[in-house]
């Protein structure tokens, strides 16, 4: 599968941006995507993640309550709702996607084939 991230910008603290990945290739419904993201210097941090059956959602501690996760069968595009942003949220975002993935590994950065380009958010203070 081809993901392309996109949406990524600049904002301003306690502000909101959206992102979204588009995949292609495969049949989408059968993939488990997720969001990580690298600041500068920094290591690849979980974000958040969603099931490819039923849409189950998992969040990284540092965005829940804040970040929204969600999926398009029809339109096969993943997006990235992010709201109450902070200077520390600032980072290259990267979609990525595999099929099977339990619960427990959604995340794991090595638990993904598939990677986007990435995208990058700067959040100003």
């Known amino acids: 599968v081809q993901l392309q991230a996109s949406g990524g910008g600049l904002a301003q603290a306690g502000g909101s941006l959206g992102l979204s990945c588009a995949a292609s290739g495969r049949t989408f419904r059968d993939y488990t995507f997720a969001w990580f993201r690298q600041a500068p210097g920094k290591e690849r941090e979980f974000v958040a993640a969603?099931?490819?059956?039923?849409?189950?959602?998992s969040y990284g501690d540092s965005v829940k309550g804040r970040f929204t996760i969600s999926r398009d069968n029809a339109k096969s595009t993943v997006s990235l709702q992010m709201n109450s942003l902070r200077p520390e949220d600032t980072a290259v975002y990267y979609c990525?996607?595999?099929?099977?993935?339990?619960?427990?590994?959604?995340?794991?950065?090595?638990?993904?084939?598939?990677w986007g380009q990435g995208t990058l958010v700067t959040v100003s203070s």
């Open positions: 969603i099931k490819r059956s039923g849409g189950a959602t």
């Open positions: 990525a996607a595999d099929r099977d993935i339990i619960t427990s590994s959604l995340p794991m950065s090595g638990s993904y084939d598939y």
